[in-house]
C-alpha cells in the first residue's frame, strides 16, 4: 500500500484543487499513481471558447464593468467545466482552453467534452439575462472541440507551475475556434468520428487552412442525446431586405490590424445577427472585417460593427458577401432594429 504523505498531499491539492474537478483530487489523493507529474503522451479532448467581438466591447465600457462581465462569464463557465470533469488549463482574456481526459483516464472524454461545450452555450441565456438587468452588453461565445494525441504534465518551474497540456492538437484547436460565431459549437472530425451516435449535428463545414492538405470538416453541433438532453435553440433570424441599402464603409482586418483604406459598401440585407452586403473587392469566407455605418454625405456615423465572412459570391461587377456579427456597437444596433421595424 502505498502511503501518502502529507507533502504529497499538499502538492496534489496545490497543483489541482484549483482548476481540477474535487472528485478528481480526491482520487488522486487515494491513488497518486495514477498521475505522471513528469508529463505522459495521451490522446484527450481540448475544449477552447473565446467571447466574440469581447476586444471591441470592451474598448467602450468602463474596467469596472469589464470586470463585472468576464466575472460573471468565467464563475459560470469554470463551474460547467468543472461539472463534466473537465480540466482548466489556461485562461487567456476572455478564452478558456480546457480539456478531459487527464489526469485521470476517461474513456468517454469525447462525449463529456462536447456536452460541455454545449451546456456552456446554453447558459449564456442566463448570463445574457443577468447582463441586460444589469445594463450591460450581450455577448456571444464560439466554442471548439477537438481529440487528439497531446503530451500532459507538470509544467513550468518551481515557483510557478501547472498541469497542462501542449502539442500540436492544442494549437489545431485553437485555429478551429477562430473559425466559430457566436452561439457556435463546432468539433474536429476526430471528436465526431468518436460522438456521431450520439450528437445532432446541424451542418458540416468544410475549410480550407493555410498549412494543411485539402480541406478541413468541422461539425457544428446543436445537440447531445442520453443522459444529457442538451439542444440548443434555434436563434437564426430571417434577413430582411431594405428597400435603401445602408451605407457603409468597410476595412479588412488582418489579426488585430485595420487595413487604413475603407471600402465604400452597402447592407442590403439585415438581422439582428447578420447581414449580407455589396462591395467592389472580394473579401475571403471567414475573413473578418469591420465596418462604420455612414450618413448621406458618406461622413461616419455613430455606429461600428465587427463581423464574419460566413460567404461569398460574384454578383455582376460586386460581390455579395453574407456576414455574421461579432460585435455591434448600441447605435449600429438601434439602426438595425429600425429598419427591421420599418421592413417587416
Not at 71 to 95: A, P, Q, S, T
Request: proline share 2%; charged share 25%; net charge neutral.
Amino acid at each position: 500500500i502505498e502511503i501518502v504523505t502529507s507533502k504529497d498531499r499538499n502538492f496534489i491539492k496545490g497543483m489541482f484543487a484549483r482548476y481540477v474537478p474535487r472528485k478528481i483530487v480526491d482520487h488522486l489523493l487515494i491513488n497518486p499513481e495514477r498521475i505522471k507529474l513528469g508529463g505522459e503522451t495521451r490522446e484527450i479532448s481540448l475544449l477552447m471558447s473565446d467571447l466574440r467581438g469581447f476586444t471591441a466591447l470592451s474598448s467602450y465600457r468602463t474596467p469596472e464593468e469589464v470586470i463585472i462581465i468576464l466575472n460573471r462569464y468565467f464563475e459560470k463557465m469554470i463551474n460547467i467545466i468543472l461539472k463534466h470533469y473537465g480540466v482548466i488549463d489556461e485562461i487567456i482574456g476572455d478564452g478558456i482552453l480546457g480539456f478531459f481526459g487527464a489526469p485521470e483516464t476517461m474513456e468517454d472524454h469525447p462525449v463529456k467534452a462536447v456536452a460541455c461545450a454545449l451546456a456552456m452555450q446554453d447558459a449564456m441565456g442566463e448570463i445574457n439575462r443577468e447582463n441586460l438587468s444589469d445594463g450591460l452588453p450581450k455577448l456571444e461565445m464560439g466554442i471548439a472541440v477537438n481529440t487528439g494525441t497531446v503530451v500532459v504534465g507538470n509544467i513550468g518551474s518551481e515557483k510557478r507551475a501547472k498541469y497542462g497540456a501542449v502539442g500540436s492538437e492544442v494549437n489545431f484547436t485553437g485555429r478551429v475556434e477562430s473559425y466559430t460565431v457566436g452561439g457556435q459549437v463546432l468539433i474536429t472530425g476526430s471528436t465526431y468520428n468518436k460522438v456521431k451516435k450520439y450528437v445532432q449535428v446541424q451542418d458540416v463545414l468544410e475549410i480550407e487552412m493555410k498549412g494543411m492538405t485539402g480541406k478541413v470538416k468541422l461539425y457544428n453541433i446543436t445537440g447531445i442525446g442520453e443522459p444529457f438532453n442538451i439542444y440548443l435553440e434555434n436563434k437564426e433570424d430571417k434577413l430582411i431586405e431594405v428597400k435603401k441599402a445602408i451605407d457603409i464603409k468597410t476595412y479588412r482586418l488582418d489579426g488585430k490590424a485595420i487595413s487604413e483604406n475603407g471600402l465604400f459598401s452597402q447592407i442590403t440585407h439585415v438581422s439582428s445577427t447578420k447581414a449580407k452586403i455589396l462591395i467592389t473587392e472580394r473579401l475571403a469566407q471567414w475573413e473578418n472585417i469591420r465596418f462604420q455605418l455612414l450618413n448621406y454625405q458618406e461622413e461616419s456615423i455613430i455606429g461600428e460593427v465587427y463581423a464574419k465572412i460566413t460567404s461569398v459570391k460574384r454578383i455582376d461587377n460586386n460581390y455579395e458577401a453574407t456576414i455574421r456579427f461579432t460585435s455591434v456597437s448600441s447605435g449600429a444596433e438601434q439602426v438595425f432594429a429600425d429598419k427591421i421595424k420599418m421592413e417587416s
